[in-house]
């Protein structure tokens, strides 16, 4: 083989100046981002809030807060990994966990009372908090418990209905002035209306302050409506005259009518008919016809009906 042909072969062989720089620039970023990964680095995080047990004998000097300022010290891979489960969840805060000072009229919000571990989902060194401390003073002026009540505006979707909204609290502790608070008896919410209603509905409502000089911890108040599909039954009824007369025999005939109703599935069994009472007045008897009109004196709350067969029955009145 002749001198050519080695330098031909030798010079194919090397990569040129563009593939070699962007071989360096990849080694180069790999060790930049394993140096990374491993450098431990400081880092502030954002992270919402929700207070539970928020002692009622106290009041806030400044408004409770939304979120918390953390500052993390942690390596670059597990920070990296923490970010990623951003945006985070609310970490619940109970007042029972945490520690009083200055005669339990200040709260200490610790990094060990607080599992930051469940929101971030990684072990990681808390430095600082901020607010670290939540203020509190003795409530001052009179205090009383009242009700709290929902203005709802709800129709249900055709074929459903809903039953009695459950209203979380049911009463509030409000304090002020007493010539204030002695003019409120109730609280309410801000209203809330939902059409076509096909599913249960669970929401937090703020609660709303009659006047600026009364005070109250609780903000906000949980409803839950339950929403059922409506099934069509009929029952069986004997009737009975509401008239008590111990000088008369009445016979009615029929002596059973049909209802038909609709009510929230599985509210109660077609068995029990303990819940129904139809009856006639035999004092409004149609002289013509012999016939009385029938009326449901007891109908349970959850129903609607929506017939009853037959509406008028013939009464036989005799002497006794």
């Known amino acids: 083989m002749n001198s050519s042909n080695l330098k031909y072969s030798s010079s194919k062989k090397k990569p040129g100046k563009t593939k070699a720089f962007f071989i360096c620039l990849c080694i180069a970023s790999f060790l930049w981002l394993v140096h990374s990964l491993n450098t431990v680095y400081n880092y502030t995080l954002i992270i919402p809030v ?5 002692p009622q004998n106290k009041k806030p000097l400044v408004q409770m807060p939304e979120r918390l300022s953390v500052d993390i010290k942690s390596s670059g891979l597990r920070l990296a990994l923490i970010l990623l489960n951003r945006p985070f969840k609310q970490l619940e805060i109970d007042f029972n966990t945490l520690k009083a000072v200055n005669r339990d009229q200040n709260y200490v919000l610790s990094p060990s009372h607080l599992n930051f571990k ?3 989902k990684f072990e990681t060194q808390i430095k600082h908090i901020s607010p670290d401390t939540l203020y509190f003073s ?3 002026g009179y205090q009383k418990n009242v009700p709290l009540k929902v203005p709802l505006y709800l129709k249900c979707k055709e074929g ?7 209203i979380t609290p049911v009463f509030v502790t409000i304090w002020g002035d007493t010539t204030i608070i002695d003019k409120v008896d109730t609280l309410y919410t801000q209203p809330f209306t939902l059409n076509k209603l096909s ?4 929401v937090n409502l703020p609660v709303l302050r009659p006047n600026a000089g009364v005070y109250t911890i609780t903000k906000e108040a949980n409803v839950f409506i339950e929403v059922s599909k409506l099934v069509e039954q009929t029952i069986n009824l004997p009737l009975n005259d509401i008239q008590l007369n111990r000088n008369q025999l009445i016979t009615i005939f029929p002596s059973v009518v049909k209802v038909k109703f609709t009510s929230v599935q599985n509210a109660f069994s077609t068995e029990d008919t303990s819940l129904f009472k139809a009856s006639i007045d035999s004092r409004k008897i149609n002289k013509f016809t012999k016939k009385c009109p ?3 004196n007891m109908v349970p709350g959850e129903v609607t009906i929506m017939d009853i067969e037959p509406k008028e029955v013939e009464i036989l009145i005799l002497k006794k």
């Open 160 to 166: 459903y209905s809903y039953s009695v909204p459950v």
């Open 199 to 202: 599913k249960n509905v669970n």
């Open 118 to 120: 469940q929101i971030l």
């Open 138 to 140: 003795e409530k001052t």
């Open 50 to 54: 929700n207070f539970k047990n928020i």
């Open 294 to 296: 029938v009326f449901l």
